[in-house]
């Protein structure tokens, strides 16, 4: 496997992100995954945090020194599962960029609306949506009404049409 994005202006390594994710969710037998339980395996704490005046610009954001994932708590659930992966998969894709380098990577917030040029931003959004849809449980369902999906698996259904189009 190809080394992940060193740096937030590299190449996205999408198979080394969906590789990272099945990796996870291998002992998942059906949906949903259990997406908190996961980060705290991970040796990550999920805290779900008032976002004050910026909650409706930030969705959350890792904090790798004290490992901690912040979610806003006034997010919709489906909106607040899909951030916990996708920061989760900063903590597990992207840790040792951000430890080696801390002024240049102090935090990178999930924004609501997302950077698509950005390495970092776009292996974790691969990861969080591998990680939430892994393809061995969807495979079975994968003819059945986007929005039974989404609410199955806990997603939006933006994220789940996502999904499906990959």
């Known amino acids: 496997m190809r080394k992940m994005a060193m740096s937030a202006t590299d190449s996205p390594n999408y198979r080394g992100a969906k590789e990272a994710a099945d990796k996870l969710t291998s002992i998942y037998t059906a949906p949903s995954v259990p997406v908190i339980e996961i980060a705290e395996q991970n040796g ?4 779900f945090v008032d976002m004050g005046k910026f909650k409706d ?3 959350g954001f890792c ?6 994932l912040y979610v806003n708590k006034d997010d919709i659930p489906a909106r607040q599962m899909f951030t916990i992966a996708h920061e989760l998969g900063h903590w597990i894709l992207h840790r040792d960029a951000f430890l080696a380098n801390p002024d240049k990577y102090p935090v990178l917030p999930r924004f609501q609306k997302t950077d698509e040029s950005n390495a970092f931003e776009k292996e974790a959004n691969s990861f969080a949506s591998n990680l939430l849809v892994p393809d061995k449980l969807l495979e079975p369902v994968k003819g059945a ?3 039974a999906l989404a609410d199955v ?3 939006s259904r933006t994220m789940m049409e996502f999904r499906l189009k990959r």
């Open 57 to 59: 610009e930030i969705a």
């Open 145 to 147: 009404p986007v929005a």
């Open 44 to 47: 990550v704490n999920v805290l």
């Open 63 to 68: 904090d790798f020194q004290a490992a901690r």
């Open 153 to 155: 698996f806990g997603v």
